[in-house]
């Protein structure tokens, strides 16, 4: 089994900056794609930026030239930078991962972290 922690999350001023980790354990092989969305209270989760094993990045608009997406594959652990933070980025924020589980086995697996909250707040 896989099991994603994140962590990073917490209480800043507007301008301010954070960074995000979600830590993949378990039977890996390879994180594939990597995916960061985050749910504002009262709104549905939107995507907020992602990034393919063939290292194709996509950032939603309002993030664009702010945040900034990373992995360090012998950790297992992906990283979401945040700078120029605004209260509208409040919202919990979620890590999705596809992962190989095994050299042989070439299917994707898809998990969930568990959310961790950012609240910008002056």
């Known amino acids: 089994q896989v099991h994603l922690v994140e962590s990073g999350g917490g209480l800043v001023q507007p301008g301010e900056s954070l960074r995000l980790s979600c830590a993949a354990s378990g039977s890996i092989f390879s994180i594939l794609d990597m995916v960061w969305y985050r749910q504002a209270p009262g709104k549905e989760r939107e995507l907020v930026a992602s990034e393919t094993s063939g290292g194709s990045t996509n950032f939603a608009d309002s993030v664009k030239g702010r945040f900034a997406i990373s992995r360090d594959n012998a950790k297992n652990t992906v990283y979401l930078q945040m700078n120029s933070l605004k209260p509208e980025d409040t919202a919990v924020y979620y890590c999705?991962?596809?992962?190989?589980?095994?050299?042989?086995?070439?299917?994707?697996?898809?998990?969930w972290g568990q959310g961790t909250q950012v609240t910008v707040s002056s």
């Open positions: 999705n991962l596809k992962v190989r589980r095994r050299s042989f086995d070439y299917r994707a697996y898809d998990y």
